[in-house]
């Protein structure tokens, strides 16, 4: 079966993104292939893997279908607004509904120049889209909700960044492609018909029980703001930073989307930074929680025409929506962190107990990552505390936590063992490690793809066991820390 599209975003009209073909590569070569991914679209694996699927997934070829379109929208970039950005490197093939009933949008990304590239070659090189490839399907693993990774292709050809690189293509699924920023878009140019345009279409494609609401675009910001509290949180319980939450990169569909300068925290710190470009710490760790606020409140600020024609009462219902965004966060954050620790019954104090040892673990330079899981072998074995301590410059630190947390466990009223067991699906054994996309990486644009392959396999099984003694789930030597990501743009 070849891939056969539609396209519902190229019926909205024009001003809505500009109908163009990708570039067509001289040599596309595959990288790797989401078979399972694939499969679930309806696509056939196997065609997908020969000449015409590739030449599919490199834009050198379009499916039937396909209606190819770079989507337009604006922004606010580090708290900046730009009021046209666009997709400047990516084109939007069509949508595909899948086995499982769901519609995606299929897109491929470093596909060359649009109208919204401004000074841009609308190009990728090979290292950002695999580092895309690698934290997205992790991310996946780990049940985050997150656009998906169907492909990388080599182009081919050269890109020049500092240095000449490969090219690649990568070809991203999403259930869909609209921003915080798309709505940005059409309020900042008092384009009120666009922006009911768009409102229906967001409302029937991703929340259709707003339709019956007395104020839909009011009923579709509560929804919006329930998926992002929900995302934000699991980012949280992973130690992921998004590193550039800018509005333009929120998705309404609450998936995380843009893969740049992303990193996981190896020894935790809420104002942890690795994006080369955030020299002010604005997306730090711990600010992400009140940046997707913030984004919100733009989306609100877009909305209001919408939610009623008196301006005051929009205001003053979008504010009460908005004022709602820290609950639901806190809730879900507690919900994770629950989950973390081995709890299911409710305690009050359950959240400070989990903040208590965020602190201890700041303070105490410990790994995000490795703290949680060793954890989970101290609940049912008192002899691991001492692996667990290790991981503290103090391990004294915690000795007065652990009691306090085997208290709250026997309150639990259920065996050790369905604790640890609750906690290893929770906490995983492997996060995509900075210095292991950087070797990977490294690797792949020097010609060798097997490390990124290896671990891309690894990354689909991050809570199995057999990965705790794996070097994948050791943190960085000395000389081995990754402290800058960067957009890859």
């Not at 991914?37 to 599919?56: K, P």
């Not at 590239?117 to 996946?140: F, K, W």
């Not at 994770?336 to 602190?359: I, Q, S, V, Y």
Request: glycine fraction near 8%.
């Amino acid at each position: 079966m070849t891939a056969t599209f539609d396209n519902s975003y190229a019926r909205l009209p024009k001003r809505f993104f500009a109908r163009l073909h990708p570039d067509r590569p001289s040599a596309p070569q595959l990288v790797r292939l989401n078979r399972v991914l694939a499969e679930t679209l309806g696509i056939d694996a196997g065609w997908l893997g020969n000449s015409d699927g590739v030449a599919m997934l490199s834009g050198k070829a379009m499916p039937a279908g396909a209606d190819p379109i770079a989507m337009a929208y604006a922004g606010h970039q580090f708290g900046g607004f730009s009021p046209q950005l666009g997709d400047g490197r990516a084109h939007l093939l069509g949508e595909m509904v899948g086995r499982d009933g769901v519609r995606r949008d299929v897109q491929l990304k470093g596909s060359g120049r649009t109208p919204f590239s401004r000074q841009g070659d609308g190009r990728a090189a090979l290292g950002p889209v695999l580092r895309e490839y690698i934290v997205a399907e992790a991310m996946a693993a780990l049940g985050i909700p997150t656009t998906r990774a169907l492909a990388a292709v080599r182009t081919g050809e050269t890109v020049m960044r500092e240095a000449p690189l490969p090219g690649a293509v990568l070809t991203r699924v999403a259930r869909s492609h609209v921003r915080v920023g798309t709505f940005q878009y059409f309020a900042v140019r008092k384009d009120w018909d666009a922006l009911r345009v768009l409102i229906a279409y967001v409302i029937e494609r991703h929340y259709p029980d707003a339709a019956k609401a007395k104020r839909p675009a009011l009923a579709l910001l509560d929804a919006v703001i329930d998926a992002q509290a929900d995302l934000i949180a699991s980012w949280m319980a992973i130690g992921f930073i998004h590193g550039v939450m800018n509005t333009d990169n929120m998705s309404v569909a609450g998936e995380t989307i843009d893969y740049g300068p992303c990193a996981f925290m190896d020894a935790h710190h809420n104002e942890t930074v690795y994006s080369s470009i955030d020299q002010g710490g604005r997306y730090a760790y711990g600010n992400q929680p009140g940046i997707a606020q913030w984004n919100l409140v733009r989306l609100a600020e877009s909305l209001l025409s919408a939610i009623d024609p008196n301006r005051e009462t929009a205001i003053s219902l979008a504010q009460a929506a908005i004022d709602r965004f820290p609950d639901r966060y806190h809730a879900a954050w507690l919900r994770a962190f629950r989950k973390k620790l081995g709890l299911t019954k409710l305690d009050a104090a359950d959240r400070t107990l989990a903040e208590n040892l965020l602190g201890l673990m700041q303070a105490g330079q410990a790994d995000f990552t490795l703290t949680f899981r060793r954890l989970a072998a101290c609940a049912d074995d008192p002899s691991r505390d001492a692996a667990l301590r290790a991981l503290f410059k103090d391990g004294a630190q915690i000795a007065e936590w652990l009691s306090g947390w085997r208290s709250r466990l026997a309150q639990e009223g259920r065996a050790p063992g369905a604790c640890r067991a609750q906690m290893n699906t929770a906490n995983p054994a492997i996060i995509p490690r900075n210095h292991l996309v950087e070797e990977a990486l490294s690797a792949a644009v020097s010609g060798n793809e097997t490390p990124f392959h290896q671990l891309v396999d690894a990354l689909q099984h991050p809570f199995d066991a057999i990965f705790e003694t794996h070097r994948y789930a050791q943190p960085p030597k000395p000389g081995e820390e990754v402290r800058a990501t960067f957009c890859g743009t």
